[in-house]
C-alpha cells in the first residue's frame, strides 16, 4: 500500500504541482472539485455539463498555476477561474441572451411538492431564470462583483448589468410569492 503525505502547507503544495508533482496536483483537485463543482452548477443547469466545465476550469488552474500570487485566497482564485469557465461555455453554447422576449416566453412554473426554502429549492428557481439574468445575480449576489466588473466579464453596458439584476430580483421574488414563500414571511417563522 503507498501512504501518500497530507499537504498542510498550500504553498509548498502549489510549489509542488507547479513543479509537475502528479500527488500534489491530484490533492489539489480532490480538495477543491467539490466546491467548485458547487460554483460551476450554478451557472450551468445541467450535472453533467457542469463537471465538464469544472475539469475544463481545473485545465485553466494547473495551466496558470505559475500566475497565482499568493495574494488572497487560493480557493477564491480558483472559483474567479471556474466561474470565467463557466461563463464561456455558456456563451458557446449561445444561451444567454440580454432581451426582455426572453423573459415574456418563458412559461411561470411553480415548483411542487416544496414546503420549505431549502437550498435545492433556491437553486431551481435561480435555474429558472432567463440565463442573462442569471448570470449577473451569481455574479453579483453570490460573487461579489461590482456592477462595472460585471459589465466587463459580460461584455454588456454597466446599466444592462443593474437592469439584469433588478429583473433577476423581481422574477425571484414573485416566484416565491406564488409559492407563498416571501422572504419576509419566512424570516417572520410565517
Same mark, same amino acid.
Given at each position: 500500500?503507498?501512504?501518500?503525505?497530507?499537504?498542510?502547507?498550500?504553498?509548498?503544495?502549489? !510549489?509542488?504541482?507547479?513543479?509537475?508533482?502528479?500527488?500534489?496536483?491530484?490533492?489539489?483537485?480532490?480538495?477543491?472539485?467539490?466546491?467548485?463543482?458547487?460554483?460551476?452548477?450554478?451557472?450551468?443547469?445541467?450535472?453533467?455539463?457542469?463537471?465538464?466545465?469544472?475539469?475544463? #476550469?481545473?485545465?485553466?488552474? *494547473?495551466?496558470?498555476?505559475?500566475?497565482?500570487?499568493?495574494?488572497?485566497?487560493?480557493?477564491?482564485?480558483?472559483?474567479?477561474?471556474?466561474?470565467?469557465?463557466?461563463?464561456?461555455?455558456?456563451? !458557446?453554447?449561445? *444561451?444567454?441572451?440580454?432581451?426582455?422576449?426572453?423573459?415574456?416566453?418563458?412559461? !411561470?412554473?411553480?415548483?411542487?411538492?416544496?414546503?420549505?426554502?431549502?437550498? /435545492?429549492?433556491?437553486?431551481?428557481?435561480?435555474?429558472?431564470?432567463?440565463?442573462?439574468?442569471?448570470?449577473? *445575480?451569481?455574479?453579483?449576489?453570490?460573487?461579489?462583483? !461590482?456592477?462595472?466588473?460585471?459589465?466587463?466579464?459580460?461584455?454588456?453596458? /454597466?446599466?444592462?448589468?443593474?437592469?439584469?439584476? *433588478?429583473?433577476?430580483?423581481?422574477?425571484?421574488? /414573485?416566484?416565491?410569492?406564488?409559492? #407563498?414563500?416571501?422572504?419576509?414571511?419566512?424570516?417572520?417563522?410565517?
Amino acid at each position: 500500500m503507498k501512504i501518500i503525505s497530507l499537504y498542510t502547507n498550500e504553498k509548498l503544495l502549489i !510549489k509542488r504541482a507547479i513543479a509537475g508533482n502528479g500527488q500534489a496536483q491530484q490533492f489539489l483537485y480532490e480538495k477543491y472539485a467539490p466546491k467548485m463543482l458547487s460554483v460551476c452548477r450554478q451557472y450551468v443547469k445541467d450535472v453533467q455539463f457542469a463537471e465538464d466545465v469544472m475539469v475544463n #476550469g481545473f485545465v485553466k488552474v *494547473f495551466e496558470n498555476l505559475t500566475s497565482f500570487q499568493h495574494r488572497g485566497s487560493f480557493e477564491g482564485w480558483i472559483r474567479k477561474i471556474m466561474v470565467r469557465e463557466s461563463i464561456s461555455y455558456l456563451r !458557446k453554447k449561445q *444561451f444567454v441572451v440580454y432581451d426582455d422576449e426572453v423573459l415574456e416566453s418563458r412559461p !411561470k412554473e411553480a415548483i411542487e411538492g416544496t414546503s420549505i426554502l431549502d437550498v /435545492e429549492y433556491v437553486q431551481q428557481l435561480i435555474d429558472n431564470l432567463p440565463e442573462g439574468y442569471k448570470m449577473v *445575480f451569481l455574479l453579483y449576489a453570490i460573487e461579489g462583483y !461590482k456592477h462595472h466588473e460585471i459589465a466587463e466579464i459580460l461584455e454588456i453596458s /454597466e446599466g444592462t448589468s443593474k437592469s439584469q439584476l *433588478f429583473k433577476a430580483r423581481k422574477m425571484l421574488q /414573485e416566484n416565491l410569492k406564488l409559492k #407563498g414563500m416571501s422572504p419576509r414571511a419566512q424570516s417572520r417563522g410565517k
